[in-house]
């Protein structure tokens, strides 16, 4: 693997990942770009206990741009884009329009392949194991930025699940503070090891999901892939390394070894979960599904930090074909969440589509 | 006010609420209707420390129906819905595909007028004081339940924000818990109390909004009305009562009478809050704001319950036309909102579309 770290015009970094070692990144950008103007805010809310970022220069973002102006492509033929070679592997880069920015964080976009028309399932293990390298590199790059408390790799997938751009491409967000969940979740980390006399929630968690079996979607040598006992949305699915390890720096070879074969399946079961419901009489063959992976590490600086266990939650919106489950009145207004799909259904579906083998 | 109570031909309650005491209900529901087949489940997720209700019966819930199949209207010329009578002021039933049910608490649908075609905001002072009187009704009934917790009234209003039925309703969500969001407002309650020697939290929240001005959308005699510092939705507003209650029963005469005016007001904002933006190329107007409405009660038996005030939210998913904000990974992964309208902006906003008087 080859990191090449450059400047866009506007003096945002850009970063190749590329698998070969002889490549040269030696493309300049040409854009006449105005300096980013940003104008990010963190508001602390008093009642609810959380922190809102407040970005109001994002109004005016790219919004589903024909895919011949598409800002993620390679810039070819004239053709100015984020990227400016002409071909790529992996690129990241700093976000033009970041929710959180200066003294309030840092937003970056991965893009996963130079093929616009791919997805995330659709990359070689190679490939996703190039994504991996990346994610892991920018998590120990933003973690020395001052104030950085945790890093969140992501991937927003779908129309459905507002995502503006079709390329495929993710997103990590530096948060300057640890998130109401990952807050959550060393809460409960730490009520468990006080309540057994120092055993770890999530070892007790993964163990009682492995031995009652019933939710497993794969079950790999280094991976473990479930639906939660209370899943919150309709079709999710939580990978965990079977050693537990903080964050993607502390994964071991083996477990980079045979996390794409692992994810790049359970990605691909989602894209058949809804497969040959929808009844053909239009003939359409629905949208691939919508889908949000989340990559919950410890956060940079928390004391306990060797207890938390490095995950991916991956989860669709879609209900059945057709239908979405929305954050209505329960989950937006009490945050209640209602579930449709018993987990055990779930989970039965996700391996009754498993791919051939 | 005249209240009659009755039942459906599977045995689920129906209450009607009218202004007029001579009115007489006693139509019967003749559909041949099978019991109510319900499986809710309430499951607690260990890591998260939230609960979570796994409803699998809501699949086949009734979803979008012609209006001439309307359940919600009035049973006329031979069309039975879920009213029996051929006409009614505010009605309300237990929900036929309930998310909570048994053990495991109430759902209930509050028709809030059998005009089809209306919406909140079309109904006058008198009809919203007589839908005030019956979420305070069903919140009295409702807590006497064994098992209810937690009761609150909401509405969300809609095809964006996921309804099903284009008539003008609400819902009723009676929990066996006190609710996560409800939790933290207590949490956040004690620690004020406590750092300040006794001040409650929420009296001085409402008097700082109050003091600094530049997020107040309205101020009555008995009611204020403004957008939160750090408020999570593009565009989202909080009434309270001047005088502190914990619940709607609790509400003086003064704070029922000036209710309406203030609400409906409120509500025609938000209509309006994005006219004359969307540009006339396709003269397609936009269709009416998407909503959420909740009632923020105190639960049925906390310790300090006499601390909380009653509040109503109301907010938008919209955040420009055509534009929605939508939960993706940031908020759906880590539960940090990004909030892309500054609550100032979105104040002066909804104080500039105030109604001519």
């Given at each position: 693997m080859k990191k090449t770290t450059t400047r866009l015009a506007d003096g945002r970094e850009l970063i190749y990942y590329d698998s070969r070692d002889d490549v040269v990144r030696e493309a300049v950008d040409r854009r006449p770009l105005d300096p980013v103007a940003t104008a990010s805010e963190i508001r602390h809310d008093r009642l609810l206990g959380d922190s809102v970022a407040i970005a109001s220069h994002r109004q005016g973002r790219t919004y589903h741009p024909p895919a011949d102006e598409c800002p993620l492509c390679p810039s070819r033929d004239g053709r100015l884009s984020e990227i400016p070679a002409a071909d790529?592997?992996?690129?990241?880069?700093?976000?033009?329009?970041?929710?959180?920015?200066?003294?309030?964080?840092?937003?970056?976009?991965?893009?996963?392949?130079?093929?616009?028309?791919?997805?995330?399932?659709?990359?070689?293990?190679?490939?996703?194991?190039?994504?991996?390298?990346?994610?892991?590199?920018?998590?120990?790059?933003?973690?020395?930025?001052?104030?950085?408390?945790?890093?969140?790799?992501?991937?927003?997938?779908?129309?459905?699940?507002?995502?503006?751009?079709?390329?495929?491409?993710?997103?990590?967000?530096?948060?300057?503070?640890?998130?109401?969940r990952t807050q959550r979740m060393l809460a409960s980390l730490a009520a468990h090891r006080e309540r057994t006399g120092g055993r770890n929630l999530f070892d007790d968690l993964l163990a009682d999901e492995r031995a009652d079996g019933r939710r497993i979607v794969l079950d790999g040598d280094h991976w473990t892939a479930f639906v939660p006992y209370a899943a919150h949305w309709p079709y999710e699915v939580h990978l965990y390394p079977k050693r537990r390890v903080p964050d993607l720096l502390a994964l071991d070879d083996d477990a980079r070894t045979e996390f794409p074969q692992i994810y790049l399946e359970v990605l691909r079961r989602f894209d058949r979960i809804f497969d040959g419901r929808s009844g053909?009489?239009?003939?359409?063959?629905?949208?691939?599904?919508?889908?949000?992976?989340?990559?919950?590490?410890?956060?940079?600086?928390?004391?306990?930090r060797a207890d938390f266990a490095l995950h991916l939650e991956v989860f669709t919106i879609r209900r059945t074909p057709g239908k979405l489950k929305f954050l209505a009145g329960s989950e937006s207004g009490m945050n209640v969440f209602i579930n449709d799909v018993p987990p055990e259904a779930a989970a039965a579906r996700l391996r009754e589509v498993a791919s051939e083998s």
């Open positions: 790529y592997d992996v690129a990241v880069f700093e976000n033009r329009f970041p929710s959180l920015a200066g003294d309030s964080g840092r937003c970056e976009v991965v893009c996963f392949t130079s093929d616009h028309d791919a997805s995330f399932a659709d990359l070689t293990d190679g490939h996703a194991a190039l994504v991996l390298e990346a994610w892991t590199d920018r998590t120990a790059e933003l973690s020395q930025l001052p104030g950085v408390e945790q890093v969140f790799c992501f991937e927003n997938r779908g129309a459905e699940i507002g995502v503006t751009l079709g390329h495929p491409h993710g997103q990590i967000y530096a948060y300057p503070f640890t998130t109401p053909g009489d239009e003939g359409a063959r629905e949208a691939p599904t919508p889908y949000i992976a989340a990559w919950h590490q410890a956060p940079v600086r928390a004391a306990d």
